[in-house]
């Protein structure tokens, strides 16, 4: 039997939207990162995939 593991979010759906607003209103993106503790690659995809 094959089990198939996710990974753990590291943000709820309304961390992002929050973040993708915050990215509109021209907040950095390595600002961002170190606010939620990710990548600057993780930020750039999160926002564009909301």
Known sequence: MEFMFRHKLKLRKEQ??????NRED???IQELGQEYGISD???YRLTRTV
Request: charged share 25%; net charge positive; glycine share 8%.
């Open 41 to 43: 690659g993780s930020i």
């Open 16 to 21: 992002i939207v929050k973040m993708k607003y």
């Open 26 to 28: 021209d907040v950095l």
